[in-house]
């Protein structure tokens, strides 16, 4: 199995940055792809960004040009940076995975979540 650990998250006020990280660990896997969803009290979970195997990156509208993911392929991290934040960002926040499984014969193709961070924006 893949554990997925976040972490970053914390209070912040409306204007101000914080930058989220998730590391996965545990069994032998190679990641698709990573990325991040929140989920704020009373609302589905959403997409706030993805990124792919080969770079590609993907953001929901609401985050885009204040928000960038990034990773670190030798740590096997994630990363959001948040900027510009808004009291509407306010959510917990969890780190996915989309992996192979390699310690295992044959592979497997599985799709992990982290245990989330809150993150809050307020005055």
């Known amino acids: 199995q893949v554990q997925l650990v976040e972490s970053g998250g914390g209070l912040v006020q409306p204007g101000g940055s914080l930058r989220l990280s998730c590391a996965a660990s545990?069994?032998?896997?190679?990641?698709?792809?990573m990325g991040w969803y929140r989920q704020a009290p009373g609302k589905q979970r959403e997409l706030v960004a993805t990124i792919a195997a080969g770079g590609t990156t993907n953001y929901a509208d609401s985050v885009k040009g204040r928000f960038t993911i990034s990773r670190d392929n030798a740590k096997d991290t994630v990363y959001l940076q948040m900027n510009s934040l808004k009291p509407e960002d306010t959510a917990v926040y969890y780190c996915?995975?989309?992996?192979?499984?390699?310690?295992?014969?044959?592979?497997?193709?599985?799709?992990?979540w982290g245990q989330g961070t809150q993150v809050t924006v307020s005055s």
């Open positions: 545990g069994s032998i896997f190679s990641i698709y792809a």
């Open positions: 996915n995975a989309d992996v192979a499984v390699l310690s295992q014969i044959p592979t497997r193709r599985m799709n992990y």
